[in-house]
């Protein structure tokens, strides 16, 4: 369940992204949001 949510944030950003242009900044900058989120609640 936790890694389900994980991989639709990840595609969600992807996607959102992909719209525009792959920023690989902006990525890893949410990713680490969503990472430290996950860990607050767990």
Known sequence: ???NL???SLIGL???QADQ???I???E???AQITSIILKNY
């Open 6 to 8: 994980v991989l639709e």
């Open 14 to 16: 992807v996607a959102h």
């Open 29 to 31: 900058i949410r990713f």
């Open 1 to 3: 369940m936790l890694l």
């Open 21 to 23: 242009y792959i920023d």
């Open 25 to 27: 900044n902006s990525l």
